[in-house]
T-cell receptor, first 122, second 114 residues
């Protein structure tokens, strides 16, 4: 069964600090996809990144970077020079390519971690 | 602007009443999903639909029902059989119901049942 663990329930930092959000996953599949979503106070989940299991290259997008390591089943997310607007709940999620429902049809079942509440203080 | 709309933002109901939450998307996505979020927890899948006139149960479907008569719409009914209906409900869609496609979410409906 697929499982995602975000061990950090809450993180509090001061603006301009760097912060890393941890994500560890479990899957028996060799093909899978990992995602990060941001949930600001408004409630809507915002898609940040998708990474497939065959691409271990780290990715950087502005102040955001992601470190994918299959050897440790981790997909960590770092925000550099954090800002108050980064305050949100961040979710890591996993989708197995071959997950099938009771009828045998595969679909993109997303398994979410419990989320990390990030608070950035001015 | 393409996106997903959910209405209303806040909904209050008395125990024993059924209530229907609206979800509409204009992204031309085939797949749509309903999730439930409780405080301090991740999202849990209630129902999903891969295509019009088809839908499947997710992990916590008991006490809920859905319909998918149009591609753009996927309403969720919270029935009186749902023991703990108070929660934040999120609707999502993706181009296809496949693991490689990211899901896009609506703004959510916060349901309170007293």
């Amino acid at each position: 069964a697929q499982k995602v663990t975000q061990a950090q329930t809450e993180i509090s930092v001061v603006e301009k600090e760097d912060v890393t959000l941890d994500c560890v996953y479990e899957t028996r599949d060799t093909t899978y996809y990992l995602f990060w979503y941001k949930q600001p106070p408004s409630g809507e989940l915002v898609f940040l990144i998708r990474r497939n299991s065959f691409d271990e290259q780290n990715e950087i997008s502005g102040r955001y970077s992601w470190n994918f390591q299959k050897s440790t089943s981790s997909f960590n997310f770092t925000i550099t020079a954090s800002q108050v607007v980064d305050s949100a709940v961040y979710f890591c999620a996993l989708s197995e390519a071959n997950f099938a429902n009771a009828g045998g049809t595969s679909y993109g079942k997303l398994t979410f971690g419990q989320g990390t509440i990030l608070t950035v203080h001015p | 602007d393409g996106g997903i709309t959910q209405s209303p933002k806040y909904l209050f109901r008395k125990e024993g009443q059924n209530v229907t939450l609206s979800c509409e998307q204009n992204l031309n996505h085939d797949a749509m999903y309903w999730y439930r979020q409780d405080p301090g927890q991740g999202l849990r899948l209630i129902y999903y639909s891969q295509i019009v006139n088809d839908f499947q149960k997710g992990d916590i479907a008991e006490g809920y029902s859905v319909s998918r008569e149009k591609k753009e719409s996927f309403p969720l009914t919270v029935t009186s059989a749902q023991k703990n209906p108070t929660a934040f409900y999120l609707c999502a869609s993706s181009l296809l119901a496949a693991s490689s496609y990211e899901q896009y979410f609506g703004p959510g409906t916060r349901l309170t049942v007293t």
